[in-house]
């Protein structure tokens, strides 16, 4: 691959660059860069901002609405939008469940769903792990059986993500309990706002409400909901996984958080001098800066190779980009120093005032120390990573 940018290339840069300075609203940059929480609504209102200009699923074919952007203009469209302050795209409909629905999905589903996630206006979430099936995912408990009408699901979901905002679930159930475990799953797509359906949250460490248990009892999903075929869904989740696990690598939160880091460093005093003055902190900062470039590198083969999916490579970019994520939020929070201890997870709302000392970003680092934990975990964990790698690229 040639690597360089071509004129084009950089002129479309530029455009990306302009486009989110001139048009990303400045509330929502200001949350951003303070790493101060955002609600369901700043999240659509750019996403919709994205869509009246006609890039509302960047990752997308046009023919389902999206850009039809090569592997690079995607890559320069992540890398840029981070770096001027918005915030993520939400990942549960147009990086997860979009793309399964676009190669398994019947036309009528796909005509159904698949308009509607350019501009939230339906929120997904995702179904997966349970109690004792996480990373074992195979595991899984939650039963949906059969009745004339359709299926009539019960059991729990845990680690919902945003699942508080959700109106629709893509849920991975068990339609065949004597099959071998992953034979025997399919995948629904389950109204969230319906009876049955239960939602409570889970506070994190950080003391953020982004994740939540999801109770489901005899909730009623008719057969037109089914994705695919009964009992292939484990094939659709490894699919979705792979999507998940590219997106996990997080290029453009890297370079962000990098950039918060290096002005973190030119601000804070150190002993009477700018943090960034000090050989070791300069040393670190420079090998992260590395170990960033070599991500998106590999990024780039990666999503450049469109004659299949994600496969084994999605691991290993898992594994890095979680691993790079932590160690940003580790230098961030030695910068701060001392003054990072005292915390209250209210300071991180907007409009509320830090009464900490030292640096008004302090509280910030501390969060997000705290919140880059499950980075490694997520999504699934390092271990079951370095597994799947072992298996299918050393076979082993």
Request: hydrophobic share 40%; net charge negative.
């Amino acid at each position: 691959m040639d690597l360089n940018l071509t004129q084009e290339d950089i002129a479309f840069r530029e455009e990306v660059r302009q486009f989110v300075a001139t048009s990303l609203p400045q509330d929502i940059k200001d949350k951003v860069f303070k790493h101060q929480r955002l609600d369901n609504n700043d999240y659509i209102r750019w996403h919709r901002v994205l869509d009246d200009h006609g890039w509302g699923a960047p990752s997308w074919p046009v023919e389902f609405g999206g850009t039809g952007w090569s592997a690079l203009q995607k890559l320069i469209f992540e890398i840029e939008s981070f770096k001027g302050g918005a915030p993520r795209l939400l990942p549960f409909g147009l990086s997860m469940i979009g793309p399964v629905l676009m190669k398994y999905a019947s036309p009528e589903m796909q005509r159904r769903f698949l308009p509607r996630m350019l501009r939230i206006e339906d929120w997904w979430c995702q179904g997966y792990s349970e109690p004792g099936s996480g990373s074992d995912l195979a595991s899984l408990k939650t039963r949906a059986e059969k009745t004339p009408e359709g299926y009539v699901v019960n059991g729990q979901k845990t680690w919902t993500t945003l699942g508080q905002y959700a109106d629709w679930m893509f849920c991975l159930v068990r339609t065949d309990p004597d099959a071998k475990p992953q034979r025997g799953i399919s995948m629904l797509l389950i109204d969230m706002r319906q009876p049955g359906v239960t939602v409570r949250p889970i506070k994190t460490l950080d003391g953020g409400h982004d994740v939540n248990e999801v109770w489901l009892e005899n909730v009623k999903v008719p057969y037109e909901n089914l994705v695919g075929n009964e009992n292939e869904g484990w094939t659709y989740a490894k699919y979705l996984l792979g999507h998940e696990r590219t997106g996990i690598a997080g290029i453009g939160l890297c370079y962000r958080e990098l950039q918060i880091l290096k002005n973190l460093a030119a601000e804070v005093q150190w002993n009477g001098k700018p943090a960034n003055q000090d050989v070791r902190m300069k040393d670190r900062i420079s090998l992260i800066e590395a170990d960033i470039l070599s991500l998106e590198m590999m990024l780039l083969r990666v999503a450049a190779d469109s004659t299949q999916g994600p496969g084994p490579q999605a691991s290993v970019l898992k594994i890095r980009g979680s691993e790079i994520q932590q160690d940003l939020a580790r230098l961030q929070l030695e910068v701060m120093g001392l003054n990072s201890w005292p915390y209250s997870p209210s300071w991180l709302e907007a409009g509320e005032d830090v009464f900490g000392p030292g640096h008004p970003f302090a509280a910030a680092a501390s969060a997000n120390y705290f919140d880059m934990r499950k980075t490694t975990i997520y999504g699934g964990t390092t271990e079951v990573q370095k597994s799947i790698i072992a298996k299918q690229i050393l076979d082993v």
